[in-house]
């Protein structure tokens, strides 16, 4: 009996020690995450039982993918394993102010870029009540596209509730293709997540977070819709308008898989107890997400509660 | 559907780096093993379903111990967590000749020696096909030796097989509180494993391996008993004595856990092909172990077959 | 001729890379730190002649502890070596906020809880004149309780001065507990350091610094009581009240010992110029401690008067 | 004024530690080697004047590869700077045995495989008296194989020699496919290096390193051939044979670049002294690379010209 | 055809992790760097032709100082190589408040403290366009001091600008020793660069940084006089007043090397613009050095230009 | 009560990664030692009271030297503390075949060097039974050579025994110099230690070990000489000729100090049961400690015991 499933590609991330830079470093520490598997893993991490589900080569470095997903406690048993294909990569250096930070992907051509949509086993997919999806996935290939169309096909008559996540990336395509690939796909799920900047830069909705969700509900018809505003917090509108005001102090290890966090946050917070409680969890697991390295937030469910709950932090001995 | 589940402690292992001492060095690595859990990890790589349970207090320590065995594939959803109890650990230095290596127990009171058998999910124990115990974990407590006896009465009457390493421990007890509470026991399991020198130590047997194997099978009644001596290869006695004779050259990263590694190689290779695949997987697995850091093999079944029928090694570019 | 003795437990302390978790890293840095040990290393690198006595097992993890604190120059010839008990150990992960830090301690049955009073070379201790305890001692076990009474005994008719330093551990014992077997030893001291909330917690006493240190020199007789406010400062009341103003921007290293250098500090100061140079050292100690990885303040008594006597800091080339 | 120059790709290589595999380490060391750059290195830090060319991504990855080369002395300035195209890379985890070494190459889709040879500066190329390339390059891309005949013709006329090392790569093409393509070239140059091995693979060439070489002299026109036979030595023949018999013990820090190191040996010990100097020299730098951490050989004529001369090693003080 | 040429001492610096001592350190890392060096590798790296001419001992240690630099493009062709002399070397322990940051100096005696001026091959000075020098060099021997005038004999009917950086060390000499080496050859300079401070030490110059560069300017007769005041900015002159007002959010990695960076940006942005580029460089520069590891920044051109026209810093995705 | 006491210079040594270079590695390990404090910290590990008298800068390295050397519990109370003066160093490459190791030694001009006799305490030598100088020391400087002579005579008429090693260093001073030196201070002594290879070099004594050693005990009138021949054991002489023939498997961690730890183990073992005892520890010594990484022997007495009367070595669990 599952509860969350997800799909979708998980890569290899090189990333140099945090005082050093990709041209200088001798070692880069070698972290794996994806949209997706994040997800998969923080809802694992709060007590729920996820599966995620991808397509990797059968070498070492694909089960370094599984493995570190499966640590987590993460159901992997349906990736596909494939003799072929490579596994995405990307370098990151982090941010040292005034020094920007750089992200160089190098993920064209992975395995599960060639993904065939009946490769996958649906009727898994189906013993979940959940399923997670994110805007990555269509803008990695033809058949990742395809894959995306094929799944909402396989779950349209199953008791099953389909987030989307946007996370739009200007280095895979164009606003232009994001929109016409994203929009019939928005049309046909149950949640939605998007930062209010995608939100215009891919819809031209030019109002704050609020309208935006409002507008959004109606023209998808989505039952909820998550708008985020970074510093300005976020707005989730399920027929009412649920605001995100809490804020953490955070002192920031790594900002990787933040969005991520707050989307299983929700996610998991909506399971437990609706909207109100759904926001409250993505803030918290947001907030604790940047204090851990890599895009795995290491935190449990007693720590996520522990902190909505705390005054403030401190050791205690 | 389950193929092989074990039951047994694991334990925090702090190594200083392979040059220095514990006195000396300022950074442990943090490895973890226990004879039982290496054997689930390494049938599991090479392809079984394999679970394992075990007794863990709810902490960071516990679920490390928890999600490296799970990330190699193991099912670990029976561990009991406590709410009391410490984690086990050792202290492991390295040999470096003339230096003898040096190994300091500190697993008193650890969450597993306080075990109560009816916290065990038994159905779960009983839905796989094979039991796979050790002689360490009656040495911890009487708590620990009364699980054994339950598990050996709960599947009784269930078509399983149980295997026993007898993996004997001067540090824990004498041969002859060992003998004691070993002998009834392997009255009652269907594999042994032991080292000729622990049958010399625990039951005075004094013949060579082939011998002690023929004696054993008589004496407890087993159906397979493996007597391995080191060195001079192995004696598995099913009422046909095989041998191992095959012999690889090995380059030691680390010893630890390649008694498991062997016991996991044969109860896979019996699986697969009976005694002599038994024997042949086992010495490619004790070999392939010593060349991995920790107490895992990290190998795959393709790793184990390659080796076995490889003529010599090198690099293929 | 010695200076200051000190007597108690010092631990092995596990600490992943301050970006890590317990539960993550791969390597723990492995330092050693106890409150008395922590003054005796703090005067010794002050210029003092000082000693400290515990109770180790003759392992390489007894002699780790025993050099890493001669090291820096304290007398540790009177440490009795003990053939069993094991070391204590605990746990820390650093706080990143909005994670907490956390501590896991594993000390129980370690070999300095087991200590027979009859074992201390007391006439040593007599060749001091200073004496210096805490209130960690007594909770740790009945042997640990008798030998603080114990060793008030053996110096109630030397010239000795015996300071106390209160350090309530929530861990190890009630309020409760705690304040039933301080009280009686409180009497006996001279000088007694305690932070102003754990006078609230153990003694009820709900006043500020000031009142507190007036109120516990009349109720104990004691000649200094130092009360600790966090960032509000401190009171040092020896029948005039002292406060402590002098603040120092700091950047946090590492947390841990900062209260046993401020401790260190103030004898330090006191013996040099009384009260008010106390405090000033106790300032400059506790802040300097936090610049240091390690329970160690690695200064000189150079770096403390320089840091006294300094506008501000940066790099002389 | 240029002695060498080279022609070709270099990748960046990912190694986990020597006791950890690819699956395993949380870090990998990143080196940078390609079979020319290496040549160009190796022949500056003998003290001769080299220049590698190659096409590299405009990013941090790309002066990475330059900056490591160009620090051994290089001229790098005619590197073709492109804004498109990735870096080939490969992840390489050495053997441990029984567990053989592991390569897998990710380098479709380079900068340089998508290099045009009008590119490239040849009157540069012209200034030097030697050329060096290899027939790793031809494999990579049509582009390439394009390029090493566009680079025969453009110095057909100069006076300047042109070696060319076979370096057959059984992961990027078939026999056939290598030799119809290599075939031509090898008409062309004036210098061959080839292993035994693959002159079997490739040309049915059975005999021993000798007669293939006097073979190879004959059927392709070469000035001097040289064939390398592993641990039994090589052979040069220029008209006459050479054979290489002294042998080093090496204990290997990292078997990569040998054979880059031994082409480079040669042609440095030819320029000096033509080919028995050339043997000598490719024999110590060849055992002289494998003490070497990367695939750079760190050392100096000095140290060659030592190692030569010297009856044995060890620490003068 | 050579932009800029610098003359001077480079250095091993040795530095602990940035969380330790020098005392406590297992480990120091081992960087490099000299005013000199670091003014023609930042040019470099912004796109100009460089050369550093230094005197080194012929040992790994100076090939380590000669191929560091080389690595970012400088020409090290006219380094001296000596037979005897020792590399300068210097510990560097960062401030982390309130503990100050130390520095030790261990230099005397070096191969470049011992450099013969006729040892320089001068023509190649002369096909620069620029030389810069600084005022460390004479105050390391009477012959660096002879080397700083024969320098500015030989191009001093060169079309060569000559910019100086008058870099008072005190711990290399007093104000008076200074004063009196420096007054003559800052006579002969077309560009000077100082620290008001240093201004104010040295010459008793006590106005603001505006007034002492239009005093420096007439006194010296120097084109251009850039003066500094840390947090306050700089003042250039060159017969107007140009002021620096840009001031970046910077998180410090590694404060060593910014007066060269901010001496290289305004070179490289005084060749590209006048003085006005000349400050905006200078001030991006300094900004940037400070992210970077090491004495050198790494940053290219784009990088720069990227900084000097953005609104604000993230990370690209 | 003192029992050895050693005088003489200990250095930083700075050590790349096993696997690589000096000019190559970005980190040095540092490490301490020197011939005569390797002696009292190998003395104290074996349960001797020791000191070594030094003469260090008042610096965190001189406080670093010092402290090292304390942690094993060597008296370091009498340490002259300069205000003036380096620390001596060196940097070591380790031999990797057939590459040889690098030592560059850099320790003109260090404080130790500088040392005036009267700066040591005497009277505190002469409570010491045992006093070890070697031929180091009289290399360093005209001051040391005096401070030898110095010592003899301050314990002529004391009941103290001196032992010297010779020691020769090549790259301190010539044979003849060292002749010159040495040979007064030999007739001075009670125990000499000497390779035989130095005997050779520097008194053309071309006997072998024994021949060397009943020539020399007569000849400087040495009441013990120990002769040793590396991998052909070692002579002591004391009127009767005692041969080392004991050899041990050795696997080299670090070469360095084996000498040191030579000399100690025959101190120790001739004061505990003479000559034969000290041959026998001496040699147990010299094996354990190099297995250690730095130059200290890391043992117990009890380790060395045991080593002495094992059969073999291996893991004891």
Same mark, same amino acid.
């Given at each position: 009996?599952?509860?969350?499933?997800?799909?979708?590609?998980?890569?290899?991330?090189?990333?140099?020690?945090?005082?050093?830079?990709?041209?200088?470093?001798?070692?880069?520490?070698?972290?794996?995450?994806?949209?997706?598997?994040?997800?998969?893993?923080?809802?694992?991490?709060?007590?729920?039982?996820?599966?995620?589900?991808?397509?990797?080569?059968?070498?070492?470095?694909?089960?370094?993918?599984?493995?570190?997903?499966?640590?987590?406690?993460?159901?992997?048993?349906?990736?596909?394993?494939?003799?072929?294909?490579?596994?995405?990569?990307?370098?990151?250096?982090?941010?040292?102010?005034?020094?920007?930070?750089?992200?160089?992907?190098?993920?064209?051509?992975?395995?599960?870029?060639?993904?065939?949509?009946?490769?996958?086993?649906?009727?898994?997919?189906?013993?979940?009540?959940?399923?997670?999806?994110?805007?990555?996935?269509?803008?990695?290939?033809?058949?990742?596209?395809?894959?995306?169309?094929?799944?909402?096909?396989?779950?349209?008559?199953?008791?099953?509730?389909?987030?989307?996540?946007?996370?739009?990336?200007?280095?895979?395509?164009?606003?232009?293709?994001?929109?016409?690939?994203?929009?019939?796909?928005?049309?046909?799920?149950?949640?939605?997540?998007?930062?209010?900047?995608?939100?215009?830069?891919?819809?031209?909705?030019?109002?704050?977070?609020?309208?935006?969700?409002?507008?959004?509900? +109606?023209?998808?018809?989505?039952? *909820?819709?998550?708008?985020?505003? =970074?510093? @300005?917090? $976020?707005?989730? /509108?399920? !027929?009412?308008?649920?605001?995100?005001?809490? +804020?953490?102090?955070?002192?920031? *290890?790594?900002?990787?898989?933040? =969005?991520? @966090?707050? $989307?299983?946050? /929700?996610? !998991?917070?909506?399971?437990?107890?609706?909207?109100?409680?759904?926001?409250?969890?993505?803030?918290?697991?947001?907030?604790?997400?940047?204090?851990?390295?890599?895009?795995?937030?290491?935190?449990?469910?007693?720590?996520?509660?522990?902190?909505?709950?705390?005054?403030?932090?401190?050791?205690?001995?």
């Amino acid at each position: 009996m599952l509860d969350v499933v997800t799909i979708g590609e998980t890569m290899l991330r090189f990333t140099p020690a945090s005082d050093q830079t990709l041209e200088q470093a001798e070692y880069y520490r070698v972290d794996t995450g994806g949209a997706e598997s994040n997800v998969a893993i923080a809802l694992a991490r709060l007590g729920w039982k996820t599966a995620w589900i991808s397509r990797l080569p059968d070498s070492p470095l694909g089960r370094r993918l599984a493995g570190r997903t499966r640590a987590h406690g993460v159901d992997v048993s349906r990736i596909i394993w494939a003799s072929s294909g490579r596994v995405g990569l990307w370098y990151f250096e982090p941010p040292v102010p005034p020094r920007p930070g750089q992200a160089y992907y190098d993920r064209a051509g992975s395995a599960f870029s060639l993904i065939d949509p009946d490769e996958v086993d649906w009727d898994f997919v189906r013993t979940a009540r959940w399923l997670h999806l994110t805007g990555i996935t269509p803008a990695l290939s033809p058949q990742c596209r395809a894959l995306v169309h094929h799944a909402l096909e396989e779950v349209a008559n199953a008791p099953i509730t389909v987030s989307f996540d946007v996370n739009y990336r200007s280095r895979l395509w164009t606003p232009a293709e994001a929109r016409a690939a994203l929009e019939p796909i928005l049309h046909r799920v149950a949640m939605i997540f998007c930062p209010l900047r995608d939100a215009c830069i891919l819809f031209d909705d030019a109002g704050d977070a609020e309208s935006v969700a409002r507008t959004w509900a +109606r023209r998808f018809g989505a039952r *909820v819709v998550v708008i985020t505003a =970074g510093e @300005a917090g $976020a707005v989730a /509108f399920d !027929g009412t308008a649920h605001f995100l005001t809490r +804020r953490y102090p955070v002192q920031v *290890v790594d900002p990787l898989g933040t =969005g991520d @966090a707050f $989307a299983a946050g /929700f996610i !998991g917070g909506y399971l437990e107890g609706g909207t109100g409680t759904g926001l409250a969890w993505a803030a918290g697991m947001a907030a604790l997400k940047q204090s851990y390295l890599g895009d795995a937030p290491w935190c449990t469910r007693e720590d996520l509660l522990h902190l909505i709950s705390a005054e403030s932090t401190g050791i205690q001995r």
